[in-house]
């Protein structure tokens, strides 16, 4: 399906069945990377925000970047717990927050960092790369390495940094905006189609999304600009 998203991104809407047992149902968080617009429940749907705690055999939509959707797979499509050492989930091995972010330009670098940023904690670095404030499961790419947010305190303050040295698809300095009334509304237009009921203003036949082994249905969105 081929939405019109700002800031010329690539984009998969994902859906995922909510398993049994499976981490987001024992209270994982999902990451802000990940965007869920839509709940399908007892055969109604439901806008993510109102839907309330998910429940088992909920359907799920959601907007993410494709080298991402295998850290959800983790999440809605297996029974596996998450945990602080989860190599994929966040990072090969932890650094501490307070270290000299120059450390990260000497082991990895050159030229990772700018002049600024060099005077900076690790900690401080992350946060300013994501526009101030860090949050759970963020992940940004410096060069080859891939900083990830393993956990906070109570004061939303880093307090420690998973690394990985995957090729990960690098995050943005702050979540790209979308209109969620929009997303939803062109999701709902998506299950209309697939349950075989007309749209307004509309006249092409929608493909059938396709299931995959995992548990969920993926759909490629090239993104144009607005």
């Known amino acids: 399906m081929e939405l019109d998203l700002p800031g010329k991104a690539t984009h998969e809407l994902i859906s995922y069945r909510v398993l049994k047992d499976s981490p987001i149902l024992s209270g994982e968080r999902i990451p802000r990377w990940a965007m869920p617009s839509l709940v399908i429940r007892d055969n109604k749907s439901i806008r993510y925000q109102y ?34 050492d989860d190599a994929e989930f966040f990072g090969a091995f932890a650094i501490s927050p307070t270290r000299p972010a120059k450390e990260l330009d000497a082991a990895y670098g050159p030229g990772l960092l700018s ?9 401080e670095l992350v946060a300013t790369r994501l526009g101030g404030r860090a949050d759970y499961a963020d992940r940004i790419r410096f060069g080859s390495v891939v ?50 009921k007309p749209v307004p203003g509309q006249t092409v036949k929608a493909t059938e999304p396709q299931t995959a082994d995992a548990e969920h249905h993926k759909q490629d969105d090239s993104a144009s600009a607005a």
């Open 147 to 196: 900083l990830i947010v393993r956990d906070l305190d109570e004061n939303g303050v880093v307090k420690s940094i998973g690394v990985s040295l995957e090729p990960v698809e690098p995050a943005t300095k702050l979540p790209i905006f979308i209109n969620i009334r929009e997303i939803a509304h062109r999701v709902r237009d998506l299950i209309r189609k697939y349950r075989g």
């Open 115 to 123: 002049t600024p940023e060099q005077s900076l904690t690790v900690g």
């Open 51 to 84: 839907a309330g705690r998910l429940r088992e055999n909920d359907q799920v939509y959601l907007f993410v970047q494709p080298n991402y959707t295998r850290l959800l797979d983790r999440l809605f499509a297996s029974r596996a717990p998450v945990d602080e």
